[in-house]
């Protein structure tokens, strides 16, 4: 199987677990995850040459928003695992370890720190945010769980890699 098949795999395992992991905590503890029409509003907004914005909540809402910004969370977890992969090696899915998949999804988090939050007009690491270092903890916990979801999903998917 090639790397780009398993990096597919992989990341829209991990990717679930981190949708599972938001969905839990707007049930237990009224947390609010990521509105990923945001993600879509702002890469549709991009086609339009507009790549940074006062706020994405009051940029205009675009024509398949939705579809994108959820299709788009799950190509970057896609394209996450490829380079962690990349990284490690596709033997890695063999034999997983706890240490790649958890980094991995610890330096995720500079995704939406220094790209998307600026995008979106939030700031770096959300800085312009009423609550930064709110914001700042609930996205490393949610990246932290996208690396807890890759481990879990290699080792769901092992016997498919051996």
Same mark, same amino acid.
């Given at each position: 199987?090639?790397?780009?098949?398993?990096?597919?795999?992989?990341?829209?395992?991990?990717?679930?677990?981190?949708?599972?992991?938001?969905?839990?905590?707007?049930?237990?503890?009224?947390? *609010?995850?990521?509105?990923?029409?945001?993600?879509?509003?702002?890469?549709?907004?991009?086609?339009?040459?507009?790549?940074?914005?006062?706020?994405?909540?009051?940029?205009?809402?675009?024509?398949?928003?939705?579809?994108?910004?959820?299709?788009?969370?799950?190509?970057?977890?896609?394209?996450?695992?490829?380079?962690?992969?990349?990284?490690?090696?596709?033997?890695?899915?063999?034999?997983?370890?706890?240490?790649?998949?958890?980094?991995?999804?610890?330096?995720?988090?500079?995704?939406?720190?220094?790209?998307?939050?600026?995008?979106?007009?939030?700031?770096?690491?959300?800085?312009?945010?009423?609550?930064?270092?709110?914001?700042?903890?609930?996205?490393?916990? *949610?990246?932290?769980?996208?690396?807890?979801?890759?481990?879990?999903?290699?080792?769901?998917?092992?016997?498919?890699?051996?």
């Amino acid at each position: 199987m090639n790397i780009a098949l398993q990096a597919a795999l992989l990341g829209i395992g991990a990717t679930l677990i981190m949708d599972i992991w938001a969905i839990l905590q707007k049930r237990l503890f009224n947390i *609010a995850g990521l509105d990923y029409r945001l993600v879509g509003r702002w890469l549709l907004h991009m086609t339009h040459a507009q790549f940074v914005h006062h706020t994405i909540l009051n940029s205009k809402k675009m024509r398949g928003e939705m579809v994108l910004g959820w299709s788009a969370h799950y190509l970057i977890g896609m394209i996450f695992c490829y380079f962690m992969l990349a990284f490690s090696g596709s033997d890695w899915l063999t034999q997983p370890t706890f240490i790649p998949a958890l980094l991995t999804g610890i330096i995720s988090v500079c995704a939406p720190f220094f790209i998307m939050q600026p995008g979106f007009g939030f700031g770096v690491a959300a800085s312009h945010t009423p609550a930064p270092a709110v914001a700042r903890r609930r996205s490393l916990i *949610a990246h932290t769980s996208f690396g807890i979801g890759i481990y879990i999903t290699a080792l769901l998917l092992k016997p498919l890699f051996m």
